[in-house]
């Protein structure tokens, strides 16, 4: 794949839905181990989940304690984040370490602006990249080669309000909730005339909603050689049909999702239950209203395929190949990946850890909350006749590019439901189209 200009991708990027990456704009190390490269001062450290920096903060200072080197983490809301990248892109500060997403990843790594990672590796004690979940290293890995250190990964629940399945004299959802079960329930709970509804979600609801109802179905959003696209998949519109019932039926006024997101819908108890991914327990945890009426369960299952499918995505700790500290950086992502600072990340409720074997402890940093919904679809299935299925994902060099359009492309489905197939049909060849000026 040719090199590209890259800082029309980048601001491109800045309408993301989702956690984002940084990039510095140098040539990348052929081994990222010359020797040097370390020099006084902070490391510059770029997130962008202010639900996130206390656990964060607190594990870069130990790393301080041990190593005596100052770290500085910088917290950016989403498009200053955003601005930020474009501006070292252009030939800017950027910072030293960062996170990165599967959106961006590919246009980073393909375009030598991440420290190669290879050599630091191999000679790392503390490093061993089959012991982190493959879906996420996946991501990360580029002709080989690895650009990133697992941070996390996450799954997609079913979160619910207990006060108002209460309300209602109605059972909790558990595992053995199918869809049509949902569905059902979501129905006995919505009462538009009170602006009370059974579900909410929005177009730009992709890995936390409908994609993992499309693979539930045996439906596809991309093939797996990442060329063509799966919205026109005859199991993909059965897929999206249920959806459109759902935004007819139990989901506010798409003007009001579209003005409101979501997870401040259930926040305020207006609706009963959303589909959510685990990055969000921080905040479910400081929200007074959440943390008093809300719980979680497993995503259901389809009933004919007999799968329970969670989009499974992750971030991963890079370093700009323009660092002039490229050992210092390394060894700090060294630090965050090593297994005993991927068992404090899950103890401090930070998000579900990378390395294996060491998520269980997140579920215990909360007693707010069930949260084995979430860690639960990493193992076997409990139910008869069910599968679990973690679900890599969709990814291609500029995904940005086609989920933005996808966005908009829908609006008019979620405005009208019964548009929905020829929305869904009509945005398969526009991303066609996409991925494949991609390959040009």
């Known amino acids: 794949m040719k090199k590209r200009l890259i800082s029309a991708l980048l601001v491109s990027a800045m309408c993301l839905s ?54 500085e983490v910088e917290v950016k809301e989403w498009d200053s984040y955003w601005t930020l990248l474009e501006a070292g892109a252009s030939g800017g500060d950027m910072p030293d370490v960062f996170w990165m997403h599967a959106n961006n990843s590919q246009i980073y790594m393909n375009n030598d602006m ?28 580029y002709n080989d080669s690895y650009y990133a250190v697992p941070k996390d990964y996450d799954t997609i629940a079913l979160w619910y309000n207990k006060t108002m399945f209460d309300e209602a004299k109605m059972d909790y959802p558990d595992e053995t909730w199918t869809w049509d079960d949902m569905y059902d329930a979501a129905v006995k709970l919505t009462d538009k005339d009170n602006n009370k509804y059974g579900y909410a979600l929005n177009v730009s609801n992709d890995q ?55 997870d401040v819908l259930f926040e305020s108890g207006t609706v009963a239950m959303i589909t959510q991914g685990s990055w969000m327990v921080p905040a479910f945890k400081q929200n007074e209203y959440t943390a ?18 969670s989009i499974c ?10 660092t002039k500290r490229p050992d210092d950086c390394w060894k700090l992502i060294e630090w965050l990946g090593s297994e005993e600072m991927q068992i404090k990340q899950a103890e401090l409720g930070v998000t579900m850890s990378a390395y294996e074997g060491t998520s269980d402890a997140w579920a215990g940093n909360t007693d707010l909350f069930d949260l084995t919904g ?41 405005d009208d439901p019964s548009l929905m197939e020829e929305k869904c049909k009509e945005f ?12 040009n």
Not at 292 to 309: F, L, Q, S, W
Not at 389 to 408: G, H, L, R
């Open 114 to 141: 991440l420290l190669k990672l290879d050599d630091y590796i191999e000679k790392s004690d503390k490093i061993d990249m089959s012991k982190y979940l493959p879906q996420v290293t996946a991501l990360y890995t």
């Open 313 to 322: 995505n992750g971030l991963g700790w890079a370093a700009a190949a323009s």
């Open 374 to 414: 979430h860690l639960d679809m990493a193992e076997e299935s409990k139910v008869e006749g069910v599968e679990n299925m973690i679900v890599e994902y969709p990814f291609t060099y500029n995904a940005v590019k086609w989920t933005q359009q996808c966005q908009k492309d829908l609006v008019a489905a979620w």
């Open 208 to 262: 936390d909603s409908y994609w993992n109802m499309i693979y539930s179905k045996g439906g596809y959003v991309l093939s797996d050689d990442h060329k063509t696209s799966g919205y026109d998949d005859p199991n993909t519109l059965k897929a999206m049909e249920y959806v459109g019932k759902l935004l007819s039926d139990v989901c506010p006024p798409a003007s009001v999702m579209a003005e409101t997101a979501t």
């Open 18 to 71: 989702l956690t984002a990456c940084g990039g510095g704009g140098g040539e990348s190390s052929d081994s990222g181990s010359s020797g040097g490269g370390s020099s006084s001062g902070a490391i510059r450290v770029a997130i962008w989940d202010n639900n996130q920096q206390p656990g964060i903060q607190e594990i870069c200072d130990l790393f301080t304690e041990e190593t005596g080197i100052d770290v």
């Open 292 to 309: 008093e009426n809300c719980d979680v369960a497993m995503i259901p299952y389809d009933k004919e395929t007999g799968i329970r499918a």
């Open 428 to 439: 398969a060849g526009t991303m066609n189209d996409i991925i494949a000026q991609e390959n």
